[in-house]
């Protein structure tokens, strides 16, 4: 077993468990007698963990050890799904969900940061990122269909059951298989931009998510003003700091703020759309959870394949990657009647154009993450990155919640389906001005030398 192998089984087994719950909220719900908010955080637990500490994931991973964080991390992942599969009420799922988020940010971090060290550059690079995207993919698919599956056979903890293991040979293998490998020279902890920036994202998600249930609530303003006011605190405290847990100078390099900007997007128009969309349909025309999964197996699967076959795309990275938001939105357009005149045929493809779409997004942002930030601070360009998506991907689903709420299902569906089109063609348009107006030679400038 070579270290792509362990590496890429990483984002296989994360979004495998990330997307277990979608097909199954109603059976989860009613089985842990979730009240009104109950489903919400059943669904969204998992990326306030994620998150909230990817970005300080990755910075361990790159200090302390990007082997050692990942073994942690699938330890950890094994022992939370345990407590998931058994959780007698929703406080206890949610909380297993948590740490299931924080232990996935871990492992992602730390995951891609050794194919960006074990892969310097070329053609090695683009193959193996092309696998690791590929493989977000096929977890996307495996998540929903697995969990349905299991939940027709047996019961929806079973897929639980399943994460725990998968998990646990996965810290076994890592262990076994991979070398050590970290930056040359170890940074101090960054001490108040790790709680900075956590608490920051997790105001920000946990309002977002509450904010599902009504946004005139009191908690929800609350929940965004703190956030505000410690992200600020953050930039502040990053631009005076020697050794940042996030140097600001990165969002000088157009790399990164494609790589950013772009996967932020990705989170809220492509991952928060189509993550909230099964439990629309088994609303609107009584598909089952495993009918749902199997659907959408069209989309993430058309993805897997996807990202695999991007080496006969002759594009950079990032044209790549507006190539793929354009095919994204190409697709959502043949699902614009699916509540009020569903038509499987028109359905399937615009799910498998927008799966198109999606694997040349993953393997673009793959690669991106890594080459837009110095070689050995790698682990941090993934946190930075995946980030942005799981935020986005929480302010994505909640959007479509809250319209949804405030114009019925047919019409909620209908406009947030145009204007994630339009979000995502406005952002290939963007990604690909922006590239234009910056000479080529400054994508990849260095970054300025350490504060004094």
Not at 279 to 291: E, F, I, K, R, Y
Not at 361 to 366: D, G, H, Q, R
Not at 403 to 421: K, P, S
């Amino acid at each position: 077993m070579n270290r792509l192998t362990v590496a890429a089984s990483a984002p296989l087994l994360v979004l495998t468990n990330y997307t277990a719950p979608m097909v199954t909220l109603p059976d989860t719900a009613m089985a842990l007698g979730a009240g009104p908010t109950g489903p919400v955080w059943i669904l969204s637990a998992i990326a306030l963990g994620l998150s909230s500490l990817l970005l300080v994931a990755g910075g361990l991973a790159d200090d302390y050890g990007r082997k050692r964080t990942l073994v942690a991390g699938t330890a950890v992942l094994a022992v939370a799904s345990v407590v998931a599969a058994t959780a007698p009420n929703v406080p206890v799922f949610v909380a297993a969900r948590l740490v299931q988020g924080a232990a996935s940010a871990a492992v992602l971090a730390a995951s891609l940061g050794i194919v960006g060290h074990a892969f310097p550059s070329g053609a090695p690079r683009l193959r193996a990122t092309a696998v690791y995207g590929a493989m977000m993919g096929l977890g996307t698919a495996v998540g929903p269909l697995l969990s349905g599956l299991l939940a027709v056979l047996t019961s929806w903890r079973a897929i639980y059951w399943v994460v725990a293991v998968a998990a646990l040979a996965l810290t076994v293998a890592a262990a076994v298989t991979l070398e050590e490998s970290r930056a040359a020279q170890r940074r101090r902890i960054d001490l108040p931009g790790v709680l900075l920036l956590t608490l920051g994202v997790a105001a920000l998600v946990a309002g977002v998510t509450e904010g599902r249930m009504g946004w005139a609530r009191p908690i929800v303003a609350v929940a965004f003003a703190v956030s505000a006011l410690l992200l600020v605190a953050f930039a502040v405290a990053e631009h005076r700091s020697r050794e940042p847990l996030l140097d600001l100078a990165l969002f000088r390099r157009p790399r990164f703020l494609v790589a950013t900007g772009g996967a932020l997007v990705v989170g809220a128009a492509v991952i928060g759309l189509l993550s909230y969309l099964p439990t629309v349909l088994q609303a609107a025309h009584g598909m089952t959870p495993l009918s749902t999964a199997l659907l959408f197996g069209a989309w993430s699967g058309t993805s897997f394949v996807s990202s695999l076959a991007v080496g006969r795309v002759r594009l950079g990275a990032s044209s790549r990657l507006s190539l793929g938001l354009v095919l994204s939105a190409v697709g959502f357009a043949g699902l614009l009647g699916v509540v009020a005149d569903f038509s499987l045929p028109l359905t399937i493809a615009g799910l498998v154009v927008s799966g198109v779409g999606s694997g040349l997004i993953n393997s673009s942002l793959t690669h991106l993450a890594i080459e837009s930030v110095p070689q050995h601070r790698v682990s941090m360009g993934s946190g930075a990155n995946n980030t942005a998506r799981y935020v986005g991907s929480s302010l994505g689903a909640a959007a479509m919640a809250a319209v949804i709420g405030a114009h019925g299902m047919e019409a909620g569906v209908l406009v947030t389906l145009i204007a994630c089109i339009v979000l995502l063609v406005g952002t290939a348009g963007a990604v690909q001005a922006h590239l234009l107006a910056v000479p080529a030679p400054l994508h990849g400038a260095p970054l300025p030398g350490p504060r004094v």
